[in-house]
């Protein structure tokens, strides 16, 4: 028997998917909200480290599959490998109901309002197609505030200086320091930085009919076993199915988007839950799959009129993919600083994100979620052993003294780096996989250095008494923080959506996730993410009139 003919599908149950479908139903829309994992919460993996934190492959214990999955990453040398999702090189984020919303930090950042304007700021800059995004702060901002509300955010940008304007506070007070928290405030400010608490999607007190989070170890990277961390899987997904518009269809694997004779989205092709094709139809189609997989979909939906995927005319569709390159420092203490309250993260500073002498943008700094025992074993300074006794006497030693302090560089859109579809490999559905090839720019190394730097000064005005740096590469960057595949603009030569995300080439299909990002910021992206979606789905909510889309 056919599905039943609904307004709006969305792909995707993540954070920008969650809000999107909470937003139609609420609206009176029909949707089917497509999730390619299950509903899962912390008994799957309970306290489970090595299955949460091997590779620091956050949430890869929540999906997807090494069986059923795959990518193929193109090294800087040219050569290609093909990496499972518990593979740091994958560029994971969850596949569950909420997605990474179910297991992620849970910083809530706002994005500043340069961030919107870089090119105007900056200037062009050789070797990167950095932009001025079609929107600005002020734009989002209100969508940002409803995201906060809505979702449930704690913290107090009154102690941010360098925080961007906003018309109402967080709704939560912000989280008390740690011990590593107060350790680094008094160094902070030492140093003339302006050390705050870091804004969290999580309960700091009961909120929304949610228990305030426990502060437990196991945060980053686990479901919360009481449900105080804010996803989408507990805030405005279970409101879209309550209107009864909306249903949610797990363990379903979306193909390809179905296009008619006039270059129009008419729905989806997916494989069930017992891997059986299927077909809905939908008046709008809405892709919330992630900056590599929503780029994937739309790649391997070909058709006459767009034989190099849906919407790709003008080989946008996949390109100028960014992550963030994550700099930083470790130090070493005499004295204990370890105190057991999760989930680490507490303290943070916005001195370098911008206005650096010399450079292009920067980004925030602050301490580093708990790492585990697992995850620490890999943390050594350079020419430690690796294993053996001094490796053991190491992780003794300074496992409850240390302290990690690092940051996401706002990276240079790059042309080169990319989304494509491999030729070859094919996942367990014949499906042609992800195939992610480029580069980072120079400057995001130099900023890198920048900002290492500034981590590492403040470690040592903290009482470290051994210090060293965590620099990336120049690989091609992705992970959780990926966005800008299918970027907004108003032209749609270099771009590949409209300010509202709606598509160039096509007008009843929209793009409402990291893939939207002009840039990513010098932040962890996701309220961005929430934000937009917000701002994509108000705009398809006003012009909605049963059929304009498709006129």
């Known amino acids: 028997m056919a599905n039943k003919h609904v ?7 993540g954070a920008g998917g969650g809000i999107m479908a909470k937003e139609l139903s609420t609206a009176g829309l029909s949707v089917v909200l497509f999730e390619r994992g299950k509903k899962q919460d912390f008994n799957d993996i309970d306290h489970d480290e090595l299955w949460s934190q091997r590779m620091f492959t956050l949430g890869c214990g929540y999906g997807p599959d090494n069986e059923r999955y795959r990518r193929v990453v193109v090294d800087s040398n040219g050569s290609s490998r093909v990496v499972l999702p518990n593979t740091w090189a994958y560029s994971n984020n969850a596949a569950c109901v909420g997605g990474g919303t179910l297991s992620y930090g849970a910083m809530a950042w706002r994005f500043m309002p340069q961030d919107f304007k870089l090119r105007s700021i900056y200037g062009s800059v050789a070797g990167s197609v950095l932009e001025d995004w079609p929107i600005s702060y002020d734009d989002l901002e209100p969508f ?58 999580r309960n700091s007190v009961p909120y929304n009919g949610r228990p305030a989070c426990i502060r437990m170890r196991t945060c980053v990277g686990y479901a919360c076993p009481v449900n105080a961390k804010c996803g989408t899987q507990n805030t405005v997904i279970p409101i879209a199915l309550a209107t009864g518009l909306c249903e949610l269809r797990t363990d379903s694997q ?9 270059g129009l989205a008419k729905g989806v092709e997916y494989f069930d839950e017992n891997d059986m094709l299927q077909r809905q139809t939908a008046d709008i189609v809405v892709l919330s799959a992630s900056a590599t997989e929503t780029a994937r979909l739309l790649l391997n939906s070909k058709s006459a009129l767009f034989p190099n995927g849906a919407g790709n005319n003008n080989d946008r569709v996949g390109r100028t993919l960014q992550g963030h390159a994550y700099t930083g420092a470790y130090g070493l203490f005499k004295e204990e600083v370890y105190d057991d309250v999760g989930p680490g ?25 708990i790492r585990m025992p697992y995850q620490f074993s890999s943390i050594r300074p350079q020419g430690a052993a690796g294993w053996g006794k001094e490796h053991k006497e190491f992780q003794r030693s300074y496992f409850k003294r240390h302290i990690a302090v690092h940051g996401p560089v706002q990276e240079l859109p790059v042309y080169e780096s ?4 491999d030729p070859v490999v094919k996942d367990h559905w014949g499906i042609p996989v992800v195939r992610l090839s480029g580069h980072r720019h120079e400057n995001d190394i130099v900023v890198a250095k920048f900002l290492a730097d500034r981590a590492e000064a403040w470690l040592r005005q903290a009482g470290a008494v051994k210090t060293w ?15 800008g595949t299918c970027r907004m603009g108003n032209d749609p030569k270099t771009s590949v959506t409209n300010k509202f995300g709606q598509m160039h080439e096509i007008d009843n299909l929209f793009v409402a996730d990291g893939s939207l990002h002009v840039s990513n910021g010098g932040f ?10 917000y701002w994509v789905a108000a705009f398809i909510n006003k012009e909605w009139q049963g059929t304009k889309f498709r006129s």
């Open 345 to 369: 993260a507490c303290i943070a500073v916005c001195d370098f994100n911008h206005g650096n002498p010399g450079l292009i943008g920067g980004g925030l700094l602050a301490n580093e979620f």
């Open 469 to 483: 740096q965590s620099l990336p590469g120049r690989d091609v960057s992705g992970s959780q923080h990926q966005a």
């Open 524 to 533: 962890n992206p996701v309220l961005t993410i929430m934000a937009l979606s």
């Open 7 to 13: 307004n709006a599908v969305i792909v995707g149950a």
């Open 418 to 421: 990319r989304v494509e579809v």
């Open 144 to 201: 940002y505030e409803k995201a906060e509300w809505e979702i449930g955010v704690s913290g107090d940008d009154s102690r941010n200086p360098y925080a961007p304007p906003r018309n109402k506070p967080q709704p939560m007070p912000p989280f008390a320091y740690n011990r590593e928290g107060q350790i680094m405030d008094k160094a902070a400010k030492s140093l003339g930085y302006h050390p705050f608490p870091i804004p969290m999607l």
């Open 254 to 262: 979306v193909s390809k988007i179905i296009l008619d004779n006039r």
